[in-house]
């Protein structure tokens, strides 16, 4: 049995550096009691609009809510919208030295319309072309001056442009010289371009799209099988595949783990991802037992399903769950 109390301590003393697409989620909460004449639509009577850290940005929340520091660095535009996430990102305590303002892309908002606690439109404003030469330069040049004072190092990438191939195998190289673990929270387009990686983290639905497969995965053997050939593919120390209500199976080069998922009154899966990739990474950045990194990403995931919204983890909530089911 772990010790989660002096884990969740030497959470603490991590500082971790994020890589990726950053976002704003814009929510408008109100109350629904009646159809529109204008068209067959719920009419949303606004109560309160919120701006939230989202995306690569949630993880950095997530980890922060751990108790760890965060340096962050990405590429988001010069415009009200940016200006607006980086005091977000700064009055949460996360470290923003790496952050790039570029007039030659739009910062992404995704705006959520929530009517009676259930989310009912999602509208996204965004650019999803790739970072120019400069943007990338200036990137890959703030990501080597902030990864020597970090213990892990995230990539978070929402296909959006910011993450490239050969920005993604710049900084692996430069992370594995530098003796850094990487933890990958991938998307479809760079799918395999994650070479070298030490814990690669996909979905169900990513691992099936990104390897081209034909079949469901709707066995364990299936995903095993999938993880095994993603293994000779990407050459990871460790890849761990989130299940949805299946739980989660993680594998390193010699044994695998199936943890199954706990019961839980889910209200929104959003941002569950970000959650399970922080809880992860900080978890490999203390060389935990695979069975254990496995154990409280899963927990945490499932424990952040019960809000509605984007929220971060609740360190304390979880503590007390990690003791209570270990």
Request: charged share 30%.
């Amino acid at each position: 049995m772990s010790n989660w109390e002096q884990i969740f301590q030497q959470f603490e003393s991590l500082k971790a550096l994020v890589i990726g697409d950053l976002m704003i989620d814009s929510y408008l909460f109100g109350k629904v009691d009646r159809i529109s004449p204008e068209a067959p639509v719920p009419v949303v009577q606004l109560d309160r609009r919120e701006f939230r850290l989202g995306g690569a940005a949630n993880v950095a929340l997530n980890l922060r809510a751990l108790g760890a520091k965060v340096c962050i660095a990405s590429v988001i535009g010069k415009d009200d919208m940016g200006d607006k996430l980086s005091v977000l990102l700064r009055s949460e305590g996360i470290e923003t030295e790496g952050l790039i303002q570029s007039s030659d892309r739009k910062t992404t908002v995704k705006h959520r319309v929530i009517g009676n606690n259930h989310q009912m439109l999602r509208v996204d404003d965004e650019d999803l072309h790739d970072l120019n030469t400069k943007e990338s330069t200036r990137l890959l040049k703030a990501v080597e001056r902030e990864m020597d004072s970090c213990q892990v190092i995230i990539f978070e990438d929402y296909d959006k442009g910011v993450l490239n191939s050969s920005l993604i195998q710049s900084i692996i190289r430069m992370a594995n010289k530098k003796g850094k673990p990487s933890v990958v929270d991938p998307k479809k387009r760079n799918f395999l371009a994650y070479k070298g990686a030490s814990l690669f983290k996909p979905n169900l639905k990513e691992i099936q799209e990104g390897l081209k497969l034909e079949s469901g995965l709707k066995t364990n053997e299936e995903v095993m099988n999938a993880i095994a050939l993603l293994k000779d593919i990407l050459e990871s120390e460790k890849i761990m595949v989130t299940l949805s209500e299946r739980g989660v199976i993680i594998s390193d080069r010699n044994h695998w783990e199936h943890l199954p998922a706990h019961v839980r009154n889910i209200s929104d899966v959003s941002g569950a991802g970000d959650t399970v990739v922080s809880v992860a990474a900080l978890c490999l950045a203390l060389n935990l037992p695979m069975r254990d990194i496995a154990f409280l990403a899963n927990l945490a995931g499932g424990l952040v399903c019960e809000k509605v919204g984007v929220v971060p983890i609740e360190k304390t909530k979880l503590l007390e769950e990690a003791i209570k089911l270990d």
